[in-house]
């Protein structure tokens, strides 16, 4: 079972799009076992963002992310990462393809609305940065599941 942390940034927090977007992730049929509000301070950023670090664009990304409340959540079940970056759309939203949440609801890179995960790995590795195993629940099933999940 996969993992994939999800962050709705300041900039869909400030355009009042949580529960928008957190309706299309969850009528996909995706299972949240995580969420909370959150202000990301700069030594999680920069942790957030490692990977990035000495790119030009790395201390914009911070003082973006950090620069308003964000909603972090995580998404748990078979091939979530794929599922969720399909929904999502590209990073570039004027390449995104129609339909998914970045060509409905954004026009710039540096205001793309959402993160996920890229990849298994990754999703393990931020989902830690953000949470608690305790925090997240560990055994969550749906009365619905069997009607979206084979």
Avoid at 20 to 49: C, F, P, S
Avoid at 74 to 84: H, P, R, S, T
Avoid at 113 to 127: N, Q
Wanted: proline residues 4%.
């Amino acid at each position: 079972m996969e993992r994939s942390l999800v962050i709705l940034k300041p900039d869909a927090v400030q355009r009042g799009l949580v529960g928008t977007i957190l309706t299309r992730l969850e009528q996909r049929g995706l299972k949240i076992v995580g969420l909370k509000l959150m202000q990301i301070d700069e030594q999680l950023a920069r942790k957030h963002y490692a990977e990035h670090e000495g790119k030009g664009f790395f201390n914009d990304l911070v003082s973006y992310i950090t620069s308003g409340p964000v909603v972090v959540l995580v998404i748990a079940g078979d091939n979530v990462i794929e599922m969720i970056r399909n929904t999502v759309g590209a990073t570039n939203p004027a390449k995104a393809a129609p339909g998914t949440i970045r060509a409905d609801y954004a026009v710039s890179i540096g205001r793309n609305l959402i993160h996920a995960s890229d990849s298994p790995a990754s999703g393990e590795r931020e989902t830690a940065n953000f949470f608690q195993d305790a925090e997240l629940l560990q055994n969550f099933n749906r009365t619905v599941d069997p009607w979206i999940f084979e």
